[in-house]
């Protein structure tokens, strides 16, 4: 794991803005749409855990 706070958070930030986009850009009614809403949340899970693993 990542020891560096300040790398830690760069991160984690980097993280959440990604999977932000990927859920925003999802279309509604497409397989395409559901891929990406399942991976923007993952990315989204991934970066609360590099956020706050200790």
Do not use: D, Q
């Amino acid at each position: 794991m990542i020891r560096i706070p300040r790398t830690k958070r760069i991160l984690s930030i980097s993280l959440f803005i990604l999977g932000g986009v990927l859920i925003f850009l999802a279309p509604e009614n497409a397989w395409v749409g559901v891929i990406l809403l399942s991976l923007g949340l993952g990315i989204e899970i991934a970066a609360l855990i590099v956020s706050h693993h200790k």
